[in-house]
Each structure stands twice: as structure tokens, then as C-alpha cells.
């Protein structure tokens, strides 16, 4: 909503210092301002330098593109972090599993559409935002067990800000934003920081196998925004592709859910 009168990287910079406003508060009161120095720590830097990468593509994208369909796109990251746990840290993803990553893969190309009339250069910018992501995750299982979730946060926003900040100098020119704007944003910044928290604790502390298929979730709430909010709806075959996402996480969840029946059997 706040795109909507606002270039993207200056949206973008203004949600992160709404985030940073109300993350420092909350590092303050929970008492982890000691281990401040701890968000220039490499890993964290590098966690949070991968979602600056992802969201700088995000934002583009849903700018140009119904939520909807950006959302879906971004939705292969489960299926990418499940390759990469597979790789990087040498787990057996299995036959289902792979072929569960080959339907969810299949659903986003339905959505990208890209040999349809639909078909839109920001739909690349959704597979940029999923990959991203995915390292994202995989890179928050580096970070040392001693630095505080919410100071995780405070980096991930205080690096968004800074990027987007330049981006939006070489590329936009400043716009005044309006109070609609300004109460849009401190919103975004609040679930903001809350979401960073939740993710980074859920990962570092989780199986990541187990807590992927959460994502898909995005999806149904991206659509359900996205009609009652933006009163946009995904073509059929865009719809087709969201289902055939959802369906390979749902199928993830159920097959790991045998498994483990099977390993305690």
C-alpha cells in the first residue's frame, strides 16, 4: 500500500527505519543492549546482507506484479532450502522429497508464466527473492548461539535500510510521503520486526526440513490480501500454480510425518 505514491527503494528505506524504531526499544527493554556490538557479527552481517539481496528484489516485484503472484513465486524458497540442506549440509532429501521439488518448481514457472501473455521481466525478481531466502535461512543456522534473536533483527533492519537508502539515491528521486503512508509503514515496521524474530529464532533452533513448509502459508494470505485488499485475482493457470505450491508443501509435511512415525516404530 505505501508503494503507491512512493518509489519502491524509498518505501523500502522508510519501512526500515520504522523497524528500526521499534526493534531498538525492545533490545533495550529485554535487556540485550550489552550484546549490541554483536550485529556487525560476520555471520549475522551475512544473514542479513543475503535479505537485503531478497528484498530488494521482493520489493520491485510487488510494485509491478499482484501480490499474488510475487508471493507464489517467492514460495519455491522451501523447496530450495530443502535442496540445500541436502547439499551444504549432506542430509538425504529422498525420491518424494525430490519430486515434491520438481511439482513446487512447476507451480511457479505456472505462475511466472513466461511463454504466456502474462508474462512479466519482474516475475525473474521472484525466483531472485526465493533464492535469497533460502540462503537467508540456511546461512542463520551459522549464527552463533550466543547472539540474541532480536539483535539478529535489529541488523537484518538497520541493513535493509542502509541499502535500500542507497539505492534510492542513485536510482529515485525523494517524494514526500503523506501520514497514510507514514502509519502504513510503522505497521510494516512493527510485523517487521517481529517476523525477523520468529524466523531466525525458528530456524537456528529447528529442523529446517520441518519448519519450511511453513512458508506456504504466505501464499493463501497473499491471495486472500490481495482480493480483499487490492481487489486483484490471479489468472487460472497463475491459480493452478499457487495450488500445485501449496500441495507439494502440504506433501512435505505428510512425509515427514511417516517418516518420523517409521524411525520411532
Known amino acids: 500500500l505505501a508503494t503507491e505514491g512512493m518509489p519502491p527503494f524509498q518505501t523500502l528505506f522508510l519501512r526500515g ?33 543475503i535479505e537485503l539481496a531478497a528484498v530488494l528484489c ?74 535469497g531466502q533460502a540462503l537467508r535461512d540456511l546461512a542463520s543456522r551459522r549464527v552463533a548461539a550466543h547472539v540474541p534473536g532480536l539483535i539478529v533483527a535489529l541488523s537484518a533492519c538497520v541493513v535493509v535500510m542502509t541499502g535500500a537508502g542507497f539505492m534510492h539515491a542513485l536510482f529515485e528521486s525523494w ?7 507514514l502509519l502504513y509503514l510503522l505497521g510494516s515496521g512493527f510485523f517487521l520486526t517481529l517476523g525477523h524474530w520468529c524466523v531466525f529464532t525458528a530456524f537456528r533452533v529447528g529442523d529446517a526440513k520441518a519448519i519450511a513448509p511453513l512458508y506456504y502459508l504466505f501464499s493463501i494470505w497473499a491471495l486472500v490480501s490481495g482480493i480483499v485488499v487490492f481487489g486483484t ?25 511417516r517418516r518420523r512415525l517409521t524411525v520411532v516404530a
Open 17 to 49: 527505519v520504522m523497524a528500526t524504531a521499534c526493534c531498538l526499544p525492545l533490545v533495550l527493554f529485554t535487556g540485550n543492549g550489552r550484546s549490541i556490538r554483536l550485529v556487525f557479527d560476520k555471520w549475522v552481517l551475512l544473514r542479513n546482507g
Open 58 to 131: 521482493f520489493v520491485v516485484a510487488l510494485a509491478n506484479m499482484p501480490i499474488a503472484d510475487i508471493t507464489a513465486l517467492s514460495q519455491t524458497s522451501p523447496l530450495l532450502l530443502i535442496l540445500g540442506v541436502a547439499l551444504f549440509y549432506r542430509e538425504k532429501i529422498g525420491t518424494g522429497r525430490l519430486l515434491l521439488v520438481l511439482v513446487g518448481l512447476g507451480g511457479a514457472i505456472m505462475v511466472a508464466q513466461p511463454t504466456g501473455a502474462s508474462f512479466t521481466p519482474f516475475a525473474l525478481l521472484g525466483f531472485g527473492t526465493a533464492l
Open 175 to 181: 517524494v514526500m510521503p503523506e501520514g497514510r503512508h
Open 233 to 257: 485475482f490471479p489468472n487460472g493457470l497463475a491459480l493452478a500454480g499457487i495450488v500445485f505450491i501449496l500441495a507439494s508443501g502440504v506433501a512435505v509435511v505428510i512425509l515427514d510425518g
